[in-house]
């Protein structure tokens, strides 16, 4: 069992940046991959970046490249979203979630709002 909780979001000014982390419990986390995911109102909820449990591996949707970094610390239970040069349309609810051997995120947080001003 994971529990996940995001934390900072926020309100950003177009071509600011904001670092989310998500914090999370269970002795296996390190086992997990873990993923960022955002929401747009009236929107599907989108993958943004993921990583896997051993770091080596991560990816991004299009729209992010070169401007969001996902990370992770193992040792701190912690995986983070860096996102640097913020648009408008990267406001969203942003969640983190964690898979496990099943490759399906079963595990999600609460979910923290950032919002970018034009």
């Known amino acids: 069992q994971v529990q996940l909780v995001e934390s900072g979001g926020g309100l950003v000014q177009a071509g600011g940046s904001l670092r989310l982390s998500c914090a999370a419990s269970?002795?296996?986390?390190?086992?997990?991959?873990m993923g960022w995911f955002r929401q747009a109102p009236g929107k599907e909820r989108e993958l943004v970046a993921r990583?896997?449990?051993?770091?080596?591996?991560?990816s991004y949707a299009d729209s992010v490249k070169g401007r969001f970094t996902i990370s992770r610390d193992n040792a701190k239970n912690t995986v983070y979203l860096q996102m640097n040069s913020l648009k408008p349309e990267d406001t969203a609810v942003y969640y983190c979630a964690a898979a496990g051997p099943s490759r399906v995120y079963e595990y999600w947080g609460q979910g923290t709002q950032v919002t970018v001003s034009s």
């Open positions: 990583i896997t449990w051993s770091r080596i591996s991560t």
């Open positions: 269970g002795r296996t986390f390190s086992t997990y991959a």
